[in-house]
């Protein structure tokens, strides 16, 4: 039984006695912690002979103590929690019937032996998905803990829905109230269960440590927070919070009304709530890029139709709203592209309605499929359109339809896709589209896929388009080096012709650049010493380019010999024929005529020379040296050029007396 307050008060403040008259203990006011096991000793007894002790029966905690041998001991355990200080006082009585009291008080010691404790364990609580950040979702006063050792209680958060922790958190290690840290989102998760934890000392001490754990339950109401979403869309963040559509796509003809709802690429126009959970209504408009108002949309269903034709070949860029009924904020805007087209009358149509391919196991990806029976030859598609006159229509494009392991090219060729390993036969749909009416025409493939050969020789060999190109590209620089080499071997056995033939044609294009006319006048001098007439065998080539100025000024110098008339234009063409025939025979024969070099000077002039042909010179009555030819004498064909140039000498004097 517990002692009052104003009695422990009024005993705590008595002077101690530890002795008494016959009777004495060795601690008036000993310590035991609590929880003690029975028969713990409190206190030592001292009695004098002739005195006898015991335990006054008035004492108010006299139940909890025993006498035995002399030691005052503690019947059974105590807690603080329940007596703090317990009093009992003993009595020493002696022969004579005198009696003395010895009062003990006896301090119990707290000892951490009792766990915190919640008002509740298990909470529920429901908040909308637009709470605040920062906002308060469980009270303090609901998840503070006791506890009877009053001891200072620390806190902590844990959830257990992977990856919310960081959504909900406590104020403070002493202080277990719940707020929202980071904003929610319904779509990511809607439901978490957080346990707090209640402690009576920091974690990582020696001493022991008692823990409560309560049950908060938090369940997230979707609450209208986005605007519609046009669909198909594609999120551009992480938390797939922010959904973008592309742009509606579709074609009608030029002075054309349709009557039935348009169709539109990727899809019809169509928005969603995405607060899907209040899927609240959405309607639709037109709010932009009407002109005329040639197109009119459904509020509910959103379907686009016409209301007029469209007389112009430019494209409407109409903008589409979503918006929510029940908040006119709540609103979202799409793209319309229409094009105007002409009239597409035919759709494209395949000539075959089923074409057949072959192609081996173990090809790289984008190898050609051969027509069947033919391995050298690739497998192509193509397509008529009958509102072409050729029926070749440009815009038309081709794809597979129901086979991923290959691939159509805009040009028809059917490619693989894959690499494929096993034999066996693929049967596919190709489909040619018109890119600007989008009408479509359908065949049938079928491609028998083979065993690998075992040996594949060098003409039965599959060649892919690169390696194609590469070979073309090895061949084309071939063909240029031997170019270059048969450039270089011309140059070097025709060159000096070449060179001859353009020089007589430049001098011709240019008459007298090279023509000295000076020395022209002393190319005929009368040299004949005894008044004979001789033949001068003339350098012709100078006097071919001699233009009618020249011949003046040449008529106007002194003259030692006869003067010539200018030679006429059919003549001068002959006698070039003539010369260029000589170059060739020369050229070809490879001989050298050798001439006479007459050695005296003539009178008038002191470094004249001149050359003379052998046979209109009389070495008898001439003073003259002749150089001879070692190898031999003229040839027959010498002979007649010699001939042939006497005779036009002699018709160019006649011509000119």
Known sequence: MGVSHWLLASVLFLPLSVTAQGCSVSDSNPSVPENNNPGQVVANISVEPGFTVTIDPSSPDGNYFVIQEFELQLSKSVDYETDTVLLVILTCD???????????????????????????????????????????????????????????????????????????????VNNPEIYLQKALNYDKFNFATLLLYAMDNIEGTNGIIHTATATINIIIEQADTRPPWFLPCTFIDTERSICISSTYTGRVNMSEMSTEPLTLEPGPIYAIDPDYILNEKIVYSIVGGNADNVFSVDADTGNLTMNKVATSANSYLLQVMATQVNNKQKYSIANVEI????????????????????????????????????????????????????????????????????????????????????????IMEAVAKDTVSLQEGSTVVTVEITAAKAETSASDKIHTAQDMGILGGILAALLLIALVFLGVMIYKQYGNTVKFLINKKFSKDFPGSYDNQAYRQDEHPDLSANKQESTVTEIQQPSLFLTPSSEQEIHGLPQTSPAFTIISDQKVEEEEEEEEEKVEEDTKHEKEVKSILKTDRNEGDP????????????????????????????????????????????DYKDDHH
Not at 101 to 121: A, G, K, M, R, W
Request: glycine share 4%; aromatic share 8%; no cysteine.
């Open 339 to 426: 094009q105007v087209v002409n009239k597409s009358d035919h759709a494209p149509r395949f000539e075959s309605g089923i074409y057949a391919g072959t192609v081996s196991v173990g090809l790289d990806p984008k190898s050609f499929v051969f027509q069947a029976g033919d391995s050298s030859s690739p497998l192509m598609i193509a397509a008529l359109d009958d509102d072409f006159p050729d029926k070749v229509n440009p815009n038309i494009e081709y794809y597979i339809r129901n086979n991923t392991n290959f691939i159509a090219t805009k040009d028809g060729l059917i490619l693989t896709n894959v690499m494929l390993h096993s034999p066996e036969t693929a």
């Open 94 to 172: 002696n022969n004579a019937g005198e009696s003395y009291s010895l009062t003990i008080t006896v301090t119990i010691l707290n000892l951490n032996d009792n766990s915190p404790v919640f008002p509740e364990t298990n909470l529920t609580r429901v908040i909308p998905e637009d709470t605040k950040v920062n906002a308060t979702i469980v009270a303090r006063e609901d998840v503070s803990a006791s506890d009877a050792d009053l001891d200072i209680i620390y806190y902590k958060l844990n959830s257990t829905v992977q990856n919310t922790n960081d959504y909900f958190a406590i104020k403070g």
């Open 607 to 650: 470094g004249y020379k001149a050359v003379w042909f052998k046979t209109d010179v009389d070495p008898s009555g001439e003073n003259v040296e002749v150089i001879n030819d070692s190898a031999a004498d003229y040839d027959d064909d010498s002979d007649q050029d010699l001939r042939e140039n006497e005779k036009e000498e002699e």
